[in-house]
């Protein structure tokens, strides 16, 4: 049976995906372009009235993707201020989360697989796994969850994006 390191199954997974979501941008933008309307509408999009709008999907998918690397590690995450105001910020956060993610070296995730790794929680207890638990149970799911919800935010409002486009070139 093949073995997976942490790193690999976590850096160029979520370094493949922002990079994806990168390209869903570029491609919202020049939809905008080429319908001729302020791209700052795609910053109002929700698919339900008491959801989070579309700058908090990939701000939470950010934070997602780069505290995971960082417990993981063993470090502290980079902070980002959440004021992303502009499709050009939000592909700027989505740049540093990506490079942030692939600045861990692989030997830093080395046995993290058994780290007890806490997330706080704002609602009480704070969460606890291990690391290979929160990886793939918590972390990965709660990534994908928020970057799938801005590919649909944005295929729902008209950017002709596919599955291709989601799941990148192979």
Not at 111 to 138: A, C, M, Q, W
Not at 147 to 166: C, E, F, I, Q, S
Request: hydrophobic letters at 40%; charged letters at 25%; a neutral charge.
């Amino acid at each position: 049976m093949t073995q997976i390191s942490m790193h690999a199954a976590s850096a160029p997974v979520f370094a493949r995906m922002l990079n994806n979501m990168l390209t869903w941008l570029e491609q919202a933008r020049t939809h905008a372009e080429t319908k001729k309307f302020d791209p700052a509408v795609y910053l109002t999009l929700r698919l339900a009235p008491d959801m989070l709008p579309f700058p908090r999907q990939i701000q939470i998918a950010s934070d997602a993707a780069k505290a995971c690397m960082a417990r993981l590690a063993g470090q502290e995450a980079p902070r980002f201020e959440d004021n992303e105001a502009s499709l050009d910020e939000l592909i700027e956060r989505i740049k540093k989360t990506r490079d942030y993610v692939l600045s861990i070296p692989a030997e830093a995730l080395a046995g993290s697989e058994d780290r007890v790794i806490t997330v706080p929680r704002r609602s009480g207890e704070p969460l606890k796994f291990d690391g290979l638990t929160y990886l793939r149970h918590y972390a990965t799911p709660n990534f994908y969850f928020h970057a799938t919800t801005t590919y649909a935010l944005l295929r729902h409002a008209g950017v002709p994006l596919g599955k291709t486009d989601y799941l990148g070139a192979a």
